[in-house]
C-alpha cells in the first residue's frame, strides 16, 4: 500500500511514501467499566475526560478514537462531552459463547502528545436463554437385573447463559424405580444422573416413561425438558468394554479433510447378537457432527471440515459401544488441534501524515498496529524498517508502534522518501 502527497510551493514539505508488507502504545493504568447484555444503545458507560483527566475540549484537540481489539464500533465516544456511549446493542453470547467472564478490551488513543488509555467493557450476563436438550426424547436399555444404586449418565442439557443463570440442577417426574443426581464435573458443568433405587421386574414392567427437568439459576429461573423412555431387558451378561477410557490424540490445523484421526476399538465377550457392537456418539454438538464422522461398524473418526486453531483448539468426543442386547461402554477421545504458522501478520494505521514540514525533529509520520493470529513462537513479531533513512520506529504497548523523524530533514537535499515497514512472525 502507497500513500503520498504533492509538495505545496508556499510551505516546503517532505513526501514520505509506505510500502506495508506486513502489525500496539503506552498509556495510564487499565480500567474496567460494565454493561449489561441485551442494554439498548446510547447508554452513558463513564466519562472518559474525567477519568483520563482531561478537559472535555483537549479531547478534541489531541484526536482522541476509540479502537477495539475487533475493531468493531460497539462504543461511542462523544467530544463535546467526554462521555464514552454504547454503539449498539450487545449479546454477550454471540460476543464470547460460554466464556466466563466476558470482557472487551479496547483503548483511547491521543495525539500530541502520543498516549494510550487501555481500559476493559465486562458484558453482564442476563437470564435471557433456557435450557435445551438436544433431543425431545432419550432411550435407555436397562438390564432387569441391575442392582440398587447403579448409575445411568443422562444427556445434559445446554443454557446459553453463565454462572448462576446457567443450569444449577436436574429432577425427574415422580416414580418408584428412579432418583436423579446432578453431578459436577472438573470442568463445572453440571451432568444429570439416572440412580436406580429399586430392582427391575420385565415381566411386570416392560417400559418406562419419566419426565427430566432442567433447571436455572436466574431471577425467576428458566427451565426445559426432555422424555426419558426406559427399556427393561433381559439379562445380557456382559456389556462393551473400550481398550481405553480416554484416547488422546494431537491433530495439525492443516490437516486434510477424509483424514483418519483415530480408532477406537471396543470388545464384547458375549456372544450372537449380544456380542455384535456398533458405535454411535453419546453426546454431539451440531459444530462436531460437522467436523468429525464416526463409523458406527469400524469405529473410525474422520475430519469433514478443515479445523481452525485460532477459532478452537481442543475438541472432547464421547463415544459409546452398544451391543446387540442394549448394553454399552463409554469413552471419551480428547482432540488437540495443533498450530501451524498459516497467518500472515497484519499492520494496521491509526493515522498517516504525508507531507510533513522540514526542519521539524521527532515529527511523528504514522501511528499503527500489528497483530498475527497464530500462537506461541508463530505469533511473535519483529518491525522494522530500511536502515538507511531518517526515521525511527517507537515500539509501545499493545503491539502500537510510532513512526518518527530522526532528526530534522532538508527538503533541499531530499524531497520524498520511500519507506518500506516490515513485520516478520
Not at 316 to 334: M, N, P, Q, T, Y
Request: charged share 25%; with cysteine.
Amino acid at each position: 500500500m502507497e500513500a503520498g502527497g504533492e509538495c505545496f510551493p508556499k510551505q516546503r514539505q517532505v513526501l514520505i511514501f509506505f510500502l506495508v508488507l506486513g502489525v500496539a502504545l503506552a498509556g495510564w493504568e487499565s480500567r474496567r467499566y460494565s454493561v449489561m447484555e441485551e442494554t439498548e444503545s446510547g447508554l452513558f458507560v463513564a466519562n472518559l475526560a474525567k477519568d483520563l483527566g482531561l478537559g472535555v475540549g483537549e479531547l478534541a484537540a489531541r484526536g482522541a478514537r476509540v479502537v477495539s481489539e475487533d475493531n468493531e464500533p460497539r462504543l461511542l465516544l462523544d467530544l463535546q462531552t467526554g462521555e464514552l456511549i454504547l454503539n449498539e446493542k450487545l449479546d454477550r453470547e454471540e460476543m464470547c459463547g460460554p466464556r466466563d467472564p466476558c470482557v472487551m478490551h479496547f483503548q483511547v488513543l491521543l495525539k500530541k502528545p502520543l498516549g494510550v488509555f487501555r481500559a476493559e467493557l465486562l458484558v453482564r450476563d442476563i437470564n435471557d436463554h433456557s435450557p435445551e436438550f438436544p433431543e425431545g426424547e432419550m432411550t435407555l436399555k436397562i438390564s432387569e437385573n441391575s442392582p440398587p444404586g447403579t448409575v445411568f449418565p443422562l444427556k445434559k442439557a445446554q443454557d446459553l447463559d453463565v454462572g448462576n443463570n446457567n443450569i444449577q440442577n436436574y429432577s425427574i417426574s415422580p416414580n418408584s424405580h428412579f432418583h436423579v443426581s446432578t453431578r459436577i464435573r472438573g470442568d463445572g458443568r453440571k451432568y444429570p444422573e439416572l440412580v436406580l433405587d429399586k430392582e427391575l421386574d420385565r415381566e411386570k414392567q416392560t417400559e418406562l416413561r419419566l419426565t427430566l427437568t432442567a433447571l436455572d439459576g436466574g431471577s425467576p429461573p428458566r427451565s426445559g425438558t426432555t422424555q426419558v423412555r426406559i427399556l427393561v431387558l433381559d439379562v445380557n451378561d456382559n456389556a462393551p468394554e473400550f481398550a481405553k477410557t480416554l484416547y488422546q490424540v494431537k491433530v495439525p490445523e492443516n490437516s486434510p479433510v477424509g483424514m483418519l484421526i483415530i480408532k477406537v476399538s471396543a470388545r464384547d465377550l458375549d456372544t450372537g447378537t449380544n456380542g455384535e457392537i456398533s458405535y454411535s456418539y453419546f453426546y454431539i454438538s451440531q459444530e462436531i457432527s460437522t467436523t468429525f464422522e464416526l463409523n458406527n461398524l469400524s469405529g473410525e473418526v474422520r475430519l469433514v471440515k478443515k479445523l481452525d486453531f485460532e477459532t478452537r483448539s481442543s475438541y472432547e468426543l464421547e463415544i459409546d459401544a452398544v451391543d446387540g442386547g442394549g448394553l454399552s461402554g463409554r469413552c471419551s477421545v480428547s482432540i488437540e488441534v495443533v498450530d501451524v504458522n498459516d497467518n500472515f501478520p497484519e499492520i494496521t494505521f491509526s493515522s498517516l501524515t504525508s507531507p510533513i514540514p522540514e526542519n521539524s525533529p521527532e515529527t511523528e509520520v504514522a501511528l499503527f498496529r500489528i497483530r498475527d493470529r497464530d500462537s506461541g513462537d508463530n505469533g511473535r513479531m519483529t518491525c522494522s524498517i530500511q536502515d538507511d533513512l531518517p526515521f525511527l520506529l517507537k515500539p509501545s504497548e499493545e503491539n502500537f508502534y510510532t513512526l518518527v523523524t530522526n532528526g530534522a530533514l532538508d527538503r533541499e537535499t531530499r524531497a520524498q522518501y520511500n519507506i518500506t515497514i516490515t513485520v516478520t512472525d
